[in-house]
């Protein structure tokens, strides 16, 4: 399984972007989909997970209400619709994959995450 994010930029606060994270090899093994971020000096965060079927969308209490993510089975490929972002919201953003479902408890925890993407950067300027 292969994840390649894009969709980084520099915005000012209150903009908007949206990350994609595509999906490649062996496209069954994304179960469950996460984002995470990690700003300089600062521990690996969850942002949001979603699960390929039956539902299940999760989002870090920082990001409810102003982030989005969805996915496109179809073309195998994550979203992450970012709106209102704020100044701490700057960070590496990476996807990441679980050919299997992920417990609800579990899908905030990194270490349930097999697979990662290269990461995207997000700065967003006051």
């Known amino acids: 399984v292969q994840l390649q994010a894009s969709g980084g930029g520099l915005v000012q606060a209150g903009g908007s972007l949206r990350l994609s994270c595509v999906v490649s090899?062996?496209?069954?093994?994304?179960?469950?989909m996460g984002w995470f971020r990690q700003a300089p000096e600062k521990e690996r965060e969850f942002v949001a997970a979603?699960?390929?079927?039956?539902?299940?969308?999760y989002y870090a209490d920082s990001v409810k209400g102003r982030f989005t993510i969805s996915r496109d089975n179809a073309k195998n490929t994550v979203y992450l619709l970012m709106n209102n972002l704020k100044p701490e919201d700057t960070a590496v953003y990476y996807c990441?994959?679980?050919?299997?479902?992920?417990?609800?408890?579990?899908?905030?925890?990194?270490?349930?995450?097999?697979?990662w993407g290269q990461g995207t950067l997000v700065t967003v300027s006051s």
């Open positions: 090899g062996r496209t069954s093994g994304s179960a469950t």
């Open positions: 979603i699960r390929r079927v039956g539902g299940g969308i």
């Open positions: 990441a994959a679980n050919e299997n479902r992920i417990i609800t408890g579990l899908v905030h925890n990194p270490n349930y995450y097999p697979y």
